[in-house]
């Protein structure tokens, strides 16, 4: 199916906007005391102000993650059968983002969290669904899914350990988890594991954009 060659930049434009967006939360919340420094992707975009602009842009990010897998699902063998799995894997996790940005955990935990497993959980299985489907890059593909992959894994396991064995209810102090809290170390693992797997669906992204230059038999890469 012929498509505009500009499509091929969706995928870079969620690469470039993801890191982009979560430093722009996480500079808002350090500066104002909001966050002690050490936080999950969404503590950083909590309370306002840089939840609206973590929200807004998300929402963009989700979008463009949606359009990037329907874009490459039209470029790519439809006979396939893991390519059609994997565009449904791919808008699942747009939609999470989706939640993730609007539901902010102090506020719809339980949407809020459903959101992360849909994005984080839904976006790793697509990235194995598209490695498994094509050979595109596949020796560099490998690596990012067993990376994001295992990151996932100990950002939930540690994740649960540690929420086990904090002393407090949950709420606003969260965001400033310390040692005195209990179940730090945990928390620690958890946060690094998050950001690794934030970091690996990031540069698959890249990975996309020159797949789709392919596809497209673009002239120029830029």
């Known amino acids: 199916m012929a498509l505009n060659p500009r499509v091929r930049f969706i995928p870079l434009c969620v690469a470039i906007l993801m890191p982009i967006t979560f430093t722009i939360s996480f500079m808002m919340a350090r500066t104002a005391g909001h966050i002690n420094g050490f936080n999950y992707i969404s503590d950083t975009g909590t309370v306002p102000a840089e939840s609206c602009y973590f929200g807004q842009l998300l929402n963009i990010i989700a979008l463009l993650l949606a359009c990037t897998t329907y874009h490459l699902y039209q470029l790519v063998d439809k006979e396939n059968r893991l390519e059609r799995i994997s565009v449904w894997f791919g808008i699942t996790a747009g939609i999470g983002a989706s939640l993730v ?107 996309h954009y020159f797949e789709m230059c392919v596809l497209i038999n673009a002239d120029v890469l830029p």
């Open 101 to 207: 940005a609007n539901f902010q955990e102090l506020n719809v935990l339980l949407i809020h969290i459903v959101g992360a497993l849909l994005a984080f959980g839904g976006g790793v299985i697509y990235l194995w669904l598209r490695t498994f489907a094509s050979d595109f890059q596949r020796k560099i593909r490998w690596p990012i899914c067993v990376l994001a992959s295992v990151s996932l894994l100990a950002c939930a396991i540690a994740g649960a350990i540690s929420l086990a064995k904090y002393k407090h209810e949950f709420g606003w102090r969260i965001l400033h988890w310390t040692i005195e809290d209990g179940g730090y170390a945990a928390h620690v693992v958890s946060v690094v594991a998050e950001w690794l797997t934030a970091i690996s669906l990031i540069f698959y992204m890249i990975s």
